[in-house]
């Protein structure tokens, strides 16, 4: 067997398995002996390196979620719909970062791009830790951090497509499902870290001063009283503890592989594509949302379902029009996809899965803030009010993390199955399963908005929650696994990033929509839409992977 030397690094991977600098330029994973002895061990150290790297880009895209139920408690001038709002843009600037984040491997190669985008989250961090000491800044200021927080929600694409090249296909479920699952946990680890370093002065002076509570707030063990003590700009902060070490043994660790990657040309221009399409994603993202948010922070002239397309489709034409040198013949390999209906059917039942589990996770602790931290009672008039405060309130915080980490862990689990008996089966069973559960949750929601004690549906309202969290946990795994089996090697890694990206959307739908029924005050309406939604993917998945007469039968 003849060696294969990388062109920009002068490295060569060995028959023995000894490989030597960063890049891979021979690289065969479905060829069982080179597996074996070459593969399994790279594409692995790779793996375990990915997995946390991508598990703080999914906490500092989602701590929004967690910080404005603190912000609320604190007293922040600022409305619920507002708070809701700002949840949403981390939520689209997110969805929005994956569409250019789908090309940068083939672009810039699998360790330069995971190394810099992890290290490019110490930003929002920081500045998200900045801002939140001044409650009195206007809210553009707090938008704008949130908007900058969608790095993180960028990096599963490029997580997603740099793995799906170094496992060969039967391996793909297993190998994708750990990145994303484990990936996942960001969402757990940020609702739990976020209430616990808020509550510790964790850097001393450097850390700013604490502000105090106004109402009750919670961690996992439970309450914590009003008159607590409160360090909220922890909640960015403290992730530089861990990013800056990741940052490192990403660049160490991890590899480009030069036959997926072909034409990076070098580490400076490598970086300099990643920001360059990076901060192109931010321009189409910002136009959009200024015309989408309400007045004084845009102009309110677009409702969502105008403004979310408009900004994907402007995304798309801005990375075509800008592309230039090597990076256009890339970028029109990565467009081919679109030509693919299967591109679409499945970018549509990722929805179900990913776009559940994220957008969730996303809206629901201030969700769960308002409906049941609230007596919810009628005024002289006979008209409800939900202004009261409940004073047997769950604590919020102490049970917001264990929908998200339930999905997390069952998501490998999810590929394991689709690994066992197809992909299209487990995406149908647990399609009926949200169905259901969604229709369940959304009558829960309506009896807890109507009461003076919400809090006796509250644990009706977790389970249920749970279920629909499990239920697109497996579903993550399942349809990942379905993209791998029917997808070429070239194509699978566009794919995937690209299914990630408009599915990361429902990070933006959820919180819009569910902060748009409760302002209206039939929060049980936003689940009735999701589960027609569920139902009709179910008739979706049935007629292209299951049917008799479908072109592709996945089982």
């Not at 109402?215 to 360090?231: D, L, M, N």
């Not at 909640?235 to 160490?252: D, E, N, R, T």
Request: with cysteine.
């Amino acid at each position: 067997m003849s060696l294969k030397t990388a062109s920009s690094a002068g490295a060569t991977v060995l028959p023995s398995g000894k490989d030597s600098g960063a890049d891979i330029g021979d690289w065969r994973p479905e060829d069982e002996t080179f597996w074996e002895t070459t593969g399994k061990r790279i594409a692995y150290r790779n793996l375990w390196i990915s997995i946390p790297a991508l598990l703080c880009g999914f906490a500092v895209w989602g701590m929004w979620g967690i910080i404005t139920v603190q912000m609320m408690n604190l007293g922040y001038p600022f409305s619920q719909a507002e708070l809701f709002t700002l949840t949403a843009i981390a939520g689209l600037a997110g969805a929005t970062m994956r569409i250019p984040a789908s090309f940068l491997i083939r672009l810039s190669g699998g360790r330069n791009t995971i190394f810099l985008t992890t290290a490019m989250l110490l930003a929002p961090a920081i500045g998200t830790g900045i801002v939140l000491q001044h409650p009195e800044w206007p809210l553009w200021s707090f938008q704008l951090m949130a908007l900058w927080s969608g790095v993180g929600g960028g990096n599963f694409a490029s997580s997603m497509s740099n793995i799906s090249s170094f496992f060969p296909k039967r391996l793909q479920g297993t190998g994708l499902g750990l990145n994303a699952g484990l990936g996942n946990f960001g969402v757990t680890t940020m609702q739990i870290v976020i209430p616990l370093v808020m509550t510790v002065n964790i850097f001393g002076s450097f850390g700013g001063e604490p502000m105090t509570l106004l109402k009750e707030s919670g961690w996992i063990f439970g309450a914590i009283p009003p008159g607590t003590p409160t360090w909220i700009q922890n909640a960015g902060f403290a992730w530089v503890l861990s990013l800056v070490p990741l940052s490192i043994l990403c660049w160490f660790g991890m590899n480009n592989l030069k036959t997926v990657s072909p034409a990076i040309g070098g580490t400076i221009p490598a970086f300099l594509k990643i920001t360059w399409l990076y901060t192109l994603s931010f321009i189409p993202a910002g136009i959009g949302l200024y015309l989408y948010l309400p007045k004084p922070s845009g102009l309110g002239v677009l409702n969502m379902w105008l403004a979310m397309p408009l900004i994907i489709v402007s995304t798309l034409m801005v990375l075509k029009v800008t592309a230039f040198g090597p990076m256009k013949e890339n970028v029109a390999k990565q467009f081919a996809i679109f030509s693919n209906k299967h591109t679409w059917s499945l970018t549509i039942l990722y929805i179900v899965t990913f776009g559940s589990f994220i957008g969730f996770s996303m809206a629901l602790p201030l969700a769960m803030k308002v409906i049941f931290g609230v007596s919810h009672v009628p005024n002289a008039a006979g008209v409800m009010q939900h202004t009261l405060n409940n004073p047997n309130a769950p604590a919020v915080l102490a049970y917001a993390w264990i929908g998200p980490f339930v999905g997390a862990a069952i998501r490998p689990v999810g590929g394991w199955i689709a690994d066992k008996v197809g992909g299209s089966i487990v995406t149908q069973a647990i399609s009926a399963v949200m169905v259901l559960a969604s229709v369940a949750v959304g009558y829960v929601m309506l009896l807890a908005y109507n009461s003076a004690t919400p809090e006796q549906y509250f644990f009706a309202f977790m389970a249920l929650f749970v279920v629909l969290f499990a239920a697109s946990g497996i579903g993550n795994g399942s349809t990942f696994r379905t993209i791998g089996v029917i997808f070429d090697r070239q194509q699978a890694g566009p794919v995937l990033g690209w299914t990630s990206a408009i599915a990361a959307y429902g990070a933006f739908i959820a919180p819009v929509v569910i902060g748009a029924q409760i302002k209206a005050g039939t929060p049980q309406n936003a689940m009735y839409g999701f589960a027609i939604f569920y139902a009709l993917c179910l008739v979706l998945n049935w007629w292209f992977y299951l049917r008799a007469g479908a072109e592709i039968k996945n089982p």
